[in-house]
C-alpha cells in the first residue's frame, strides 16, 4: 500500500472535493438509477436481444406501456440506454454493452456471498445438531 497519499480532507478547504469523489458521486447516481430489480431485467433482456421497442418490452414484462417508458426514462437520463428510431418505431438499446458486464459481476459477488452463507448456516446447523457432551458434575 502507498504510504505518501493524504486521505485527510483539506484543512484549508474543507468542502473541496477530492477528484475521485466526483467519478464516486455518478457512479453513485447510475447505481441508483439501477437499483430497481426490473431495470436490471431490463438491462440484460436488451444486452442479450438488442434494441427493442417499448411495445415488445411491456409484452415480456407483462407491464402496462407507460410504466415500462418511465423506467426507460430513467435509465436514459442515466446515460445507460438511447433512443434510436427506426422508421416509424423507435428502439431503445444500451449505450455500452460492458453494463451487462458489469451487472453479471455483481450477481457473481452475491452469488459467492450467498454460498458462503450458505455453508455457515449449514455448519451452524450441523454444530447445533451435534449431541453436547454431557457435562460432568462438579465436585
Known amino acids: 500500500m502507498r504510504q505518501d497519499i493524504d486521505l485527510a480532507p483539506d484543512e484549508e478547504n474543507p468542502d473541496m472535493l477530492r477528484p475521485a469523489d466526483g467519478i464516486y458521486t455518478l457512479q453513485a447516481s447510475i447505481l441508483k438509477t439501477i437499483a430497481?430489480?426490473?431495470r436490471l431485467e431490463m438491462i440484460h433482456l436488451l444486452g442479450q436481444n438488442g434494441p427493442m421497442e417499448v411495445r415488445r418490452l411491456a409484452d415480456y414484462f407483462d407491464l402496462p406501456q407507460?410504466?415500462?417508458?418511465?423506467?426507460?426514462?430513467?435509465l436514459r437520463s442515466a446515460g445507460l440506454v438511447e433512443a434510436v428510431?427506426?422508421?416509424?418505431e423507435?428502439?431503445?438499446?444500451?449505450?455500452?454493452?460492458d453494463l451487462v458486464a458489469a451487472c453479471d459481476l455483481m450477481r457473481q459477488v452475491l452469488i459467492r456471498r450467498m454460498?458462503?452463507?450458505?455453508?455457515?448456516?449449514?455448519s451452524f446447523s450441523s454444530q447445533a445438531a451435534a449431541p453436547l457432551d454431557p457435562v460432568e458434575a462438579l465436585p
Open 36 to 38: 430497481s430489480p426490473r
Open 66 to 74: 407507460p410504466t415500462v417508458s418511465q423506467h426507460l426514462a430513467a
Open 85 to 88: 428510431r427506426a422508421g416509424r
Open 90 to 97: 423507435v428502439r431503445y438499446q444500451l449505450v455500452d454493452p
Open 115 to 122: 454460498a458462503r452463507m450458505g455453508d455457515m448456516a449449514a
